[in-house]
């Protein structure tokens, strides 16, 4: 039986280039399913689930048939024998038509959160309001029952953003609108961290498909510990049809195509990077963490001296992080929590977002020699990072095995962004201090 299940068009393709993204399910009879069409890909990359909790990642090819799910099922068992078993062992199940399809869940699945804490999505956004449409339109599918989103319009300079969530609120009364006129994601998160009357907050980008079961694959990380203040989850690519697309997720893979969970602290579940705890992308990423409300206000929010729309471009999610360890507290990441994001589909916008990551990790390096209380821990790794980041296109380059180049001056660009982003920061200060409430957290 070979299917195709999708959720939203995508953008055509030349025959054979790229990777088709998608979902199976491998309980029940549910059938591979996207956020985006096949678009004459050759190759298909499959998450496989298991009632809704990852097992991990296949590699198939793609015919123009579709996917064989009769396949699907041996190669996930012969593949995921191990992680199946002990997920229905969690569940005190015995079913008797393995190697086949499980039964549907039951009362003792571990991926099954039952709570009613209200929890709030914030979703921030500028002048991007049909990018946004279909982030909305994957929100209104969330399935856990208390929930608000809170979309934060960013220094609008237009109303396009408001009347469309204005006709989403009058079908959907969870959602609403709000305004930040100040420009920067930081600003825009923080106004979301102020309104927001959930326990939980959750961030997410307009650029990112939600799964429905989002809320409860975060609220499942905070049940991992009860010290837990911030949970990242799994960022899938939702898509690879160009070049640009595929070196991304081949730089990604650290928040990408890791599904097994992992606590994150200062004290015994500290990583093995000599980098640890100011190595970025091994936390998550800000397409997709949520924190403990209280705490991350205590904190002070983000660091608006940080982070896209402000001088920086960047650096904002590794500093809260940070500051989150530093604070006593645990991060977890919890693959269960699955979205989909968008990459950027051209060389230039590419280029741009890299540069954005220099400017930003070195902004926030300088935050971090500016404070007595991490000075002395990043001037020791200093000397190991700028080899890591110097390795960091080659090793995504390698990644590609083949598949696609890596786009000319990667390397080039990120460096300029990190060469520049000192100076920036002390700018982006500057500009906090010609504004009201530009006080940035320390780290």
């Not at 995921?80 to 079913?95: K, N, P, S, T, Y």
């Not at 097994?260 to 093995?272: I, K, N, S, V, W």
């Amino acid at each position: 039986m070979r299917l195709f299940g999708t959720t939203r068009t995508g953008t055509p393709a030349p025959a054979g280039r790229g990777t088709w993204c998608c979902e199976f399910e491998l309980s029940g009879d549910a059938v591979p399913r996207a956020v985006t069409e096949p678009a004459g890909q050759e190759q298909a990359r499959v998450l496989v689930r298991l009632h809704g909790e990852p097992l991990g990642y296949l590699g198939v090819p793609l015919p123009p048939t579709g996917l064989d799910v009769d396949d699907l099922v041996r190669l996930a068992h012969a593949t995921f024998a191990r992680g199946i078993a002990a997920h229905l062992a969690e569940e005190g199940v015995h079913d008797e038509r393995l190697p086949g399809r499980p039964a549907a869940a039951g009362g003792r699945c571990p991926n099954r959160v039952v709570a009613d804490d209200l929890v709030t999505v914030v979703v921030c956004t500028r002048d991007r309001s049909a990018v946004l449409a279909s982030c909305l339109e994957r929100l209104r599918r969330l399935t856990h029952g208390a929930v608000e989103v809170l979309v934060v319009d960013n220094a609008p300079s237009d109303d396009g953003t408001r009347r469309l969530v204005e006709s989403v609120a009058r079908e959907d009364p969870r959602f609403r609108y709000a305004v930040e006129p100040r420009p920067g994601l930081s600003f825009a998160r923080n106004r979301g961290l102020a309104e927001a009357a959930g326990r939980f907050v959750l961030f997410t980008d307009d650029d990112v498909s939600v799964d429905p079961d989002w809320v409860q694959g975060v609220l499942r990380g905070f049940r991992r510990r009860d010290d837990v203040a911030c949970v990242t989850g799994l960022v899938c690519t939702a898509d690879i049809t160009s070049a640009a697309e595929a070196y991304f997720d081949a730089r990604a893979s650290s928040w990408s195509s890791r599904t097994e969970p992992r606590l994150f602290d200062l004290a015994g579940d500290r990583d093995a990077s000599a980098l640890y705890p100011y190595a970025p992308g091994i936390f998550g990423t800000g397409a997709n963490f949520g924190f403990d409300r209280d705490h991350l206000r205590a904190l002070g929010g983000f660091d608006e001296a940080l982070g896209a729309g402000t001088r920086t471009r960047g650096g904002e999610d590794l500093d809260v992080f940070v500051r989150v360890l530093r604070s006593g507290r645990a991060i977890a990441y919890e693959p269960a929590a699955v979205v989909w994001h968008h990459h950027r589909a051209d060389d230039a916008a590419l280029l741009r977002q890299l540069y954005g990551y220099g400017t930003g990790l070195s902004a926030f390096v300088v935050k971090c020699l500016m404070s007595a209380g991490t000075r002395g821990e990043v001037l020791r790794r200093l000397i190991v990072g700028a080899r890591r980041l110097a390795a960091m296109p080659g090793d995504a380059g390698d990644r590609l095995d083949g598949r696609s180049a890596r786009p000319d001056g990667a390397l080039r660009r990120e460096l300029l962004g990190v060469a520049v982003g000192p100076m920036l920061y002390l700018l982006s200060l500057a500009d906090l201090r010609r504004r009201p409430h530009g006080v940035p957290s320390a780290p």
